[in-house]
């Protein structure tokens, strides 16, 4: 199993407030991800990051910010939630090989999510 | 468009039988394709990874078959157990880019009934 840990794992909080969503991994993966994904449809990347302080907005538009201060630590933060953020937030990290070309092949490994209910 | 199709959208099965999920893609270029286990509530798990020369990747009961010419793959699970319960998720990785574009199929949801 994967280590990968997200936390926490269920949210549920009021229109307006600020959240902070935390994922770390202890494998020394160089690449992280967030995903979000609602129920029976598919992952939508939202944020990316090659190393520390290497920052991309992914495929799908989010208000979401995150950081990379740290190689083990990708936190996801909204400045203010609302309803429309409802959804599951999945953290994802990835190895690069070891030419340090990335590649398309590199396995993907997944928190377990959090499930975020704005009210 | 780039695209992941899956089917069944959901299957019951009992437990023992053997079932096939499918998948389609229009993914182009095509660089590898994955199978993923996703438990309710929980993040997915990778089950096999084929590229394009590989027509069948093994794991336990879990066999995943591609054909880049119809741009099709399935995944055959045997025997099937009450764990088996879960979404499969068919991936799909495109080679233009040095981010390896994932493309993601909705799930396919198992159930396994006693």
């Known amino acids: 199993e994967a280590d990968i840990y997200q936390t926490p794992r269920y949210l549920v909080i009021g229109t307006g407030k600020k959240i902070t969503l935390e994922c770390s991994q202890t494998?020394?993966?160089?690449?992280m991800y967030w995903y979000q994904q609602d129920p029976g449809m598919e992952l939508h990347l939202i944020h990316y990051?090659?190393?520390?302080?290497?920052?991309e907005k992914g495929d799908l538009s989010s208000e979401s910010t995150v950081s990379r201060i740290r190689t083990e630590h990708f936190p996801l933060t909204l400045e203010s939630a609302r309803p429309s953020h409802t959804s599951q937030y999945l953290c994802?990290?990835?190895?690069?090989?070891?030419?340090?070309?990335?590649?398309?092949?590199?396995?993907?490994?997944f928190g377990p999510g959090t499930r975020l209910t704005v009210l | 468009k780039n695209q992941v199709e899956q089917s069944p959208q959901s299957l019951i099965i009992l437990e023992g039988k053997n079932c096939t999920l499918q998948c389609n893609y229009t993914v182009s270029p095509f660089s590898n394709l994955r199978w993923y286990k996703q438990d309710t509530g929980r993040g997915p798990v990778s089950l096999t990874i084929?590229?394009?020369?590989?027509n069948t990747k093994s794991n336990g009961r879990y066999t995943a078959t591609l054909d880049a010419d119809t741009k099709q793959s399935s995944l055959h699970i045997t025997a099937s157990q009450l764990s088996d319960s879960a979404s499969y998720i068919c991936v799909v990785s495109d080679r233009g880019s040095t981010l390896g574009r994932l493309y993601f199929g909705r799930g396919t949801q198992l159930t396994v009934w006693p």
């Open positions: 494998m020394g993966h160089d690449k």
């Open positions: 084929m590229t394009f020369s590989e």
């Open positions: 994802a990290s990835s190895e690069v090989s070891a030419s340090g070309r990335i590649t398309s092949t590199d396995t993907q490994y």
């Open positions: 990051s090659y190393g520390v302080n290497s920052t």
